[in-house]
């Protein structure tokens, strides 16, 4: 079965600084999503990417995807109180039917 | 909004009960999923509709009983659970299945479960 490992579990930094989240998977993919939870609140997708070096950017946040590594990473700029939440890579294993998420990131980002 | 409507919110249950969990999703997906979220663990996937046919089940115990009566419609009938199924769960839609797509799942606010 596809292990997703996340690291860190937890992260709080302050407002203005970088950060990077790593996720990790055991097995060939070319297919990796993250996702976004507010507590209490369902998961929203934040991107989706499909080939090795593929890099998406929204706002503060960028992804980018290394198949042949079998890595992601979601790099936050400047971080801002809003980008306090939950976030989650997932991975669909190539022919499968299945995606496998791994056990999140809580980020808390401190004024 | 989320375009995936659960209910109820919260249910409390004991063992001996049966219940049932609902989801509606309004995107015209053909896909429709239910996880569950538990504590310190990653999301799991419990069952996969396409087109109202199942095409998933990953092991489930027999005591969660999945329903698609349709395409929108999906629902997880609960019966005799135990403390430990207490959980959050989620259902989701895509456009088509995760094997023929890359659509990425949209999930509805959950239920959050608790077995007595």
């Known amino acids: 079965e596809l292990k997703v490992e996340q690291n860190p579990l937890f992260l709080s930094m302050q407002e203005g600084k970088n950060y990077t989240i790593y996720c990790n998977y055991s097995?060939?993919?070319?297919?990796l999503y993250w996702y976004r939870q507010d507590p209490g609140k369902s998961l929203e997708s934040l991107f989706v990417?499909?080939?090795?070096?593929a890099v998406k950017q929204e706002g503060r946040l960028m992804a980018s995807l290394d198949t042949k590594a079998r890595l992601s990473t979601l790099h936050i700029t400047a971080a801002v109180h809003d980008l306090s939440a939950t976030y989650f890579c997932?991975?669909?294993?190539?022919?499968?039917?299945?995606?496998?998420f791994g056990t999140g990131t809580r980020l808390t980002v401190i004024p | 909004e989320t375009g995936v409507t659960q209910t109820p919110r919260h249910l409390v249950m004991g063992m001996t009960n049966k219940k049932s969990l609902k989801c509606e999703q309004h995107?015209?997906?053909?896909?429709m999923y239910w996880y569950k979220q538990s504590a310190k663990k990653p999301l799991e996937l419990m069952f996969v509709?396409?087109?109202?046919?199942?095409?998933e089940n990953n092991s489930v115990p027999s005591r969660f009983s999945p329903e698609c009566p349709n395409s929108s419609h999906l629902f997880l009938h609960l019966h005799t659970l135990q403390p430990e199924d207490s959980a959050l769960y989620l259902c989701?839609?895509?456009?088509?299945?995760?094997?023929?797509?890359?659509?990425?799942?949209?999930f509805g606010n959950g239920t959050r479960l608790t077995v007595t």
């Open positions: 997932a991975v669909i294993q190539t022919g499968a039917n299945n995606l496998f």
């Open positions: 995107l015209g997906h053909n896909a």
């Open positions: 989701a839609s895509s456009r088509d299945t995760q094997g023929a797509s890359d659509s990425p799942l949209h």
């Open positions: 097995t060939t993919s070319d297919r």
């Open positions: 509709y396409s087109l109202e046919e199942r095409v």
């Open positions: 990417l499909l080939s090795n070096g």
